[in-house]
């Protein structure tokens, strides 16, 4: 220790440093439990909406099937869902309503950021840990899936309990555990799978040596093997997804906007924050020795790898991005926001040792009553506070957006909505067209506003056939059907019936065209892209008009 004017036995008395950073007395169990029973809260917030959206209608009434029903269906359509259906069979078991759907969900959610919060403290000190484990729980894309009847919250805890096994196994050379996780997580959905290359970037990155190296490429290799059947199959099934559009820049922005904040001001702090957080920690990010990680040299790959390797595979090949497929790279933001905040509250307190010396150097111990203050390392509790205080900021200032998405609106669409208006007006026997087929959802979502009801063209029901929405008569045989019925219902696609498009399969435009031809529109109730109309035959052929001048329906 430099002598700054002070007595020698002055000096002694000074207390050594601990070797453990200043916050490590922090209980480590709050460290993970605050960020865990924030997101219990608002994930437990508005969980029941009064409505499934086409998604989390396809969740609920797959699991409901048999083991045997899924396991033939996952050979023909929605192979890298299998796992997480036949896991929500057995909750559904239990009790089968959309708030038991995405209870699963919002544990995979609470357990994410519990273990943000553990990476945080492990690679930093426990403060790190629980503001960033704490930014995870508020930030609204976590949210948005934490309450959502799909895979993609429970992958992201998978992946998360990976990248901890994976600090695990550096450090004492078992990784059973890393891959028996990791191979779970990827068949809850196969694209879980691009954290294998964050993580071998995160081990070049630590230096870790060839001992490591073998253990993790033995267990990554095994992870990789156990994938390689739902590769076949899904890729047999790459049809599902022809609907997706190559990234642009602006996906990257939107992405970023959904990792570090939606919100402006909340955004450029969090961004400003991760960029010093990297760059801080990107001349030591190699880790403090040989083989040992940091923070950024985790986070970062996280973060970027994933994203960026789907997003790259989708400019040369049919695309597969999709945000959501990347979910858990948003676990890697806070972490690097929380780093770059430790860093800038350690700036802070730098400075103000500094001036402490120099005023003891100016004044001498005399001149200084409070010496003794200024040289012992400062607590960690009022940078800690202070760091809670502005996490705190972030939900309030998001608040409107959080409040917004519980808000059945705002998913892609609102089939229990769409069930009210269709049980507003069918009567016991009436007939029912679903256009194109995948409308069925609402029917097999919400089976009380159809009871009674024909469907006039289903030959065969989804959980017989192996299919999503059953399997549909062929065109010839639409016309008899439809003969002789006097009025049918019509689900459908809102584009459908403008003529913005057309269906592909010969029985849905044999559908489309007898209704065009024969019928007129009674009555109609829009639901967001879906409407449900009232068809009827004219009672005399003068009440016939062309297609492209119906009258005018009646809305209910």
């Known amino acids: ?20 950073p200043p916050g490590a007395r922090a209980p480590r169990a709050a460290v993970a439990g605050v960020p865990a029973a924030v997101m219990l809260a608002l994930g437990l917030w508005g969980l029941d909406r009064g409505g499934m959206w086409r998604d989390e209608a ?73 503001w960033a484990g704490l930014l995870y729980a508020v930030n609204p894309m976590a949210g948005h899936y934490a309450q959502e009847g799909r895979s993609y919250a429970l992958v992201a805890a998978g992946v998360m309990g990976a990248t901890l096994l994976l600090l695990r196994g550096a450090e004492r050379g078992t990784w059973w555990a890393y891959g028996l996780v990791l191979a779970v997580t990827c068949w809850l ?48 099934q790459a049809a599902q997804v022809a609907w997706l559009r190559r990234p642009t820049p602006e996906t990257v922005a939107g992405l970023a906007r959904q990792f570090f904040g939606a919100s402006d001001g909340v955004y450029w702090v969090c961004l400003g924050l991760a960029v010093v957080g990297l760059a801080a920690g990107a001349a030591g990010w190699r880790g403090p020795r040989r083989g040992e990680f940091a923070l950024a040299g985790v986070a970062a790959p996280l973060t970027v790898v994933p994203p960026a390797a789907l997003m790259l595979v989708s400019q040369s090949s049919p695309p597969l991005y999709v945000d959501r497929y990347v979910l858990y790279a948003l676990a890697g933001a806070p972490l690097l ?14 400075l103000g040792r500094l001036e402490c010396l120099r005023c ?39 608040f409107p957006l959080l409040q917004q998405d519980r808000d059945p609106a705002r998913r892609p669409d609102d089939l229990a909505a769409i069930a009210r208006a269709a049980a507003h007006g069918v009567r016991k026997g009436d007939a029912v067209l679903y256009l194109p087929a995948y409308t069925r959802n609402t029917e097999l979502a919400y089976p009380e506003a159809f009871r009674g009801t024909r469907d006039l063209v289903l030959a065969r029901a989804g959980g017989v056939s192996g299919t999503l929405y059953g399997v549909e008569v062929p065109a010839p045989e639409v016309r008899s059907r439809v003969a002789g019925v006097r009025r049918v219902w019509v689900v459908a696609d809102r584009s459908v019936l403008a003529g913005r498009w057309t269906p592909r399969d010969p029985g849905e435009r044999a559908e489309l065209d007898v209704l065009r031809r024969e019928f007129t529109v009674r009555g109609e109730a829009v639901r967001g892209r879906t409407v449900v109309r009232l068809y009827a035959r004219p009672l005399s052929p003068a009440e016939l008009r062309p297609p492209s001048l119906p009258p005018r329906p009646v809305r209910w």
Request: glycine content about 12%; some cysteine.
């Open 337 to 350: 926001v929380a780093a770059g905040g430790e860093w800038a509250a350690g700036a802070v307190g730098r």
């Open 1 to 20: 220790m430099v002598n700054v004017g002070l007595p020698v036995e002055a000096v002694e008395a000074v207390p050594a440093p601990s070797r453990k």
């Open 360 to 398: 003891l150097g100016r004044l001498g111990y005399l001149g200084c009553p409070r010496w003794l203050g200024c040289l012992r390392p400062r607590r960690a509790h009022s940078g800690t506070l202070l760091g809670l205080l502005a996490v705190a900021l972030v939900p309030l200032q998001q």
């Open 58 to 130: 396809v969740s609920f009434q797959v699991s409901g099937r048999t083991v045997p029903q899924i396991w033939r269906l996952v050979h023909g359509v929605d192979a890298v869902h299998g796992l997480y259906y036949v896991l929500m069979h057995a909750v559904l078991a239990l009790r089968a309503d959309e708030v038991a759907l995405r209870l699963p969900s919002v544990a995979g959610a609470v357990a994410t950021a519990a273990l943000v919060a553990e990476v945080g403290a492990r690679l930093a000190r426990p403060r790190v840990g629980l």
């Open 189 to 236: 959905h196969e694209f879980a799978v691009l954290v294998v290359a964050a993580h071998g970037v995160s081990l070049a990155l630590a230096r870790v040596r060839g001992r490591v190296w073998l253990g993790w490429g033995c267990a990554a290799g095994a992870v990789l093997l156990s994938l390689l059947p739902m590769v076949v199959v899904s890729r047999a």
